[in-house]
């Protein structure tokens, strides 16, 4: 699976964790967070779910210009 930006796995983790109480699960949400915004930086740099992402890839994606969560 190659995710995009926007999909809706994205819109379903996004959707999932602000339906939530932040302060009562915080380290649950800390862990989600991370796992959102590997999947984005997946999106970004076009590798696949099962592939890791290299560090060049990765800094390709921070100078892109911010999208908003």
């Not at 999947?39 to 911010?66: C, I, K, N, W």
Request: glycine content about 2%; some cysteine; aromatic content about 10%.
């Amino acid at each position: 699976m190659s995710p995009r930006r926007g999909d809706e796995v994205e819109a379903w983790i996004k959707r999932t964790r602000d339906s939530y109480d932040r302060f009562r699960w915080a380290d649950s949400w800390d862990a989600l967070d991370d796992l959102l915004d590997d999947y984005r930086l997946h999106a970004d740099t076009g590798t696949p779910l099962d592939q890791f992402v290299s560090m060049t890839q990765e800094s390709l994606v921070e100078r892109m210009e911010p999208i908003a969560c």
